[in-house]
């Protein structure tokens, strides 16, 4: 409570100080990662703040899914102004919620898998999830998912909670798309050798980088920042002839929020090419618009999926809570 109240007053005295050089303050909450030290955050803030004369206050929960829970707890009362960090697994029911306005900016020119039309959230990154793994360690990675999931002397994974996390979430879709009906025993089949479920991707990719585990649910651009950063080639995504779930982030305008104008150009500049060139080598993600410069030298070995598996977000609204008490149920026997 003590620390909750002493952030409350931190977040009163920041606003006031910025009200006080006459700067409005746009508020975008988002997930610890992206406005994090090695985020797109800081680099977008710095840009954006340039032009707008405004000043962004970032709030962060741990993940997208955790940053969903919060904006369905504070409801219309929410401070936030634009949310950045929903997916498409979310958007069905995130758009239910009502707690989103129309963006109205247009979204053609992208590079997504398939065409966006949606009008309620921009997407502004995109990549498929797969199974990281260091070839140092790992010399023969499973072939497809079905042999991940039913060689019981197979590698052992970290995944993250499908309640809190969108990675977590969209395994749950990506199970269901090779699966089906037959999810559950798979599940149960896979349960002996998942070390560990963390609330997200952050705490799951450290496991596995300290050697916790010999796989990491994550994504197929994840080798991409240790070549560029660390130099390393050791790390891989392993690809799968069932195909590989898509996700597609996305940012979305508060209903409640009396800054829509601010929000909306913020949302503008998160899809210009100045704003989407910064994407892939900090968020480490495909930009959902290629930038006019190409994507960088990282990104180039990428594997491609064979096939690429899209939610449709109805459909994973109207299911989620199912699937996630069949997850739960396979994860307690």
């Known amino acids: 409570m003590l620390k909750k109240l002493v952030a409350a007053i931190a977040l009163a005295a920041f606003a006031t100080a910025a009200h006080a050089q006459g700067k409005p303050v746009l508020t975008v909450y988002t997930y610890e990662s992206f406005s994090g030290e090695y985020g797109p955050g800081k680099q977008l803030q710095t840009a954006f703040e340039a032009k707008c004369g405004c000043t962004i206050n970032y709030v962060t929960a741990d993940d997208g899914g955790a940053l969903f829970a919060k904006l369905k707890l504070e409801g219309a009362s929410t401070n936030a102004d634009v949310v950045v960090g929903l997916d498409d697994n979310l958007m069905g029911e995130a758009e239910k919620s009502g707690l989103f306005a129309p963006h109205g900016l247009a979204t053609d020119g992208l590079s997504l898998p398939e065409p966006w039309n949606d009008k309620t959230f921009v997407p502004f990154d995109w990549g498929y999830f797969a199974f ?185 609204a109207e299911n989620r809570k199912a699937w996630i008490d069949e997850w739960l149920a396979a994860m307690a026997k």
């Open 132 to 316: 990281v793994y260091d070839g140092d360690k790992l010399k023969n990675p499973p072939a497809s998912l079905k042999e991940l999931v039913e060689n019981k002397d197979g590698p052992k994974v970290v995944i993250e909670d499908p309640r809190t996390s969108t990675p977590g979430l969209g395994l749950l879709a990506w199970m269901k798309a090779v699966y089906g009906d037959k999810a559950a025993d798979a599940w149960k089949q896979l349960k002996p050798r998942i070390v560990t479920v963390t609330p997200g991707w952050s705490e799951a990719y450290g496991l596995f980088l300290k050697g916790e585990a010999d796989m990491v649910l994550s994504y197929s651009t994840s080798p991409s920042y240790h070549i560029e950063v660390e130099k390393k080639t050791n790390y891989h995504a392993a690809m799968f002839p069932e195909g590989h779930q898509v996700q597609v982030e996305v940012a979305g305008l508060a209903a409640s929020s009396r800054r829509q104008d601010l929000g909306r150009q913020f949302l503008s500049f998160l899809l210009s090419n100045e704003g989407q060139a910064v994407l892939p080598e900090t968020n480490w993600m495909f930009p959902a618009k290629t930038p006019a410069a190409g994507l960088p030298d990282s990104f180039k070995a990428v594997p491609v999926p064979a096939k690429a598996l899209m939610s449709d977000p109805a459909k994973l």
